[in-house]
């Protein structure tokens, strides 16, 4: 093994491999250019399954879809929304900044295949009342009250400014409404995505960005650098306490608050304990182990 030294002199230990084992750990459901069928049919499995749980929670918190309008706020590769499309709903709409179900490029076509296999919902351009736009979450075009249940999953890490983010998916549910926020945090073992894993295990939680980019630099040369802080830049470092104190001043009920543990992450922790030792200042090993949090709301009547 070899080491880094950070600024403060403190020595981390390199692991070679690490950043490969991670990365093939969890099978990826972003279809890529060589994927075979069987590839396919196990994202769109796995898609479709993780939809199917959404809609069982929120039948449990509003009994049930019929007649409900659903806004779906970064709603990626559309496949949550198809999925819904299939209820009882009123109406489905899926807001992004882009919307590759719809691109024609080669990477819109491979949403697409992922996409005929996720439901009997066509894919063809939205008709009736199943909507998608290409729209800044901060910035939502609705009138106040609009939906009665809106969700957003694996997106609040990405999205700036947050704050207004949440204020505005507040606004556009209807008083009494429901919101579900499944959020990717931060300094879990994956929650800084691809581009931040590398042979220390989770630099992202013990090196300043400018650390980090010297780290790669060294490792990996300056272009994939500057790459890969430039991704970590647009992510919301936050703490698991952070992420709680800004959904408690979203003014909302909070109806249930629920943090899944990740057993990979106890694994390797368990070959790293010397990680613990290392943090950054305020991040804590609740952080290193909890990859999801999911919260559901409720919007107070008279909530401005």
């Given at each position: ?270 070959r790293h304990p010397d990680v613990l030792d290392t943090l950054l200042p305020g ?22």
């Open positions: 093994m070899r080491e880094f030294t950070r600024e403060d002199n403190r020595t981390l230990q390199v692991a070679e491999g690490f950043r490969q084992f991670l990365l093939q750990h969890r099978p990826p459901t972003s279809p890529r250019a060589d994927w075979s069928e069987a590839q396919y049919t196990a994202a769109a499995k796995k898609k479709r399954a993780r939809a199917s749980r959404l809609i069982e929670s929120f039948r449990h918190w509003c009994g049930s879809l019929e007649g409900v309008a659903l806004l779906d706020v970064c709603c990626g590769d559309g496949s949550n929304c198809l999925a819904l499309d299939e209820q009882p709903v009123k109406m489905v709409v899926g807001i992004d900044l882009e919307l590759p179900l719809f691109a024609s490029t080669p990477r819109g076509e491979q949403v697409r295949m992922l996409a005929s296999r996720i439901g009997q919902a066509s894919v063809s351009p939205p008709q009736g009342h199943r909507h998608f736009a290409q729209m800044d979450a901060t910035a939502l075009g609705f009138a106040d009250g609009t939906f009665d249940v809106l969700m957003s999953r694996s997106a609040t890490e990405h999205i700036r400014p947050i704050d207004r983010a949440l204020g505005e998916m507040v606004r556009v549910v209807c008083d009494g409404g429901l919101i579900y926020l499944g959020i990717d945090p931060y300094f879990w073992l994956r929650g800084c995505h691809k581009r931040g894993v590398v042979d220390i295990p989770w630099a992202h939680a013990r090196l300043s960005l400018a650390e980090f980019r010297r780290f790669v630099v060294a490792h990996e040369g300056a272009q994939v650098a500057l790459e890969r802080c430039r991704r970590l830049e647009t992510l919301n470092r936050f703490t698991v306490a952070e992420w709680r104190r800004r959904i408690e001043q979203m003014g909302c009920e909070i109806l249930e608050w629920r943090q899944l543990w990740s057993s990979l992450g106890e694994e390797v922790m368990a991040v804590t090993e609740q952080d290193l182990l909890c990859e999801r949090i999911e919260v559901w709301l409720r919007k107070r009547s008279g909530h401005v």
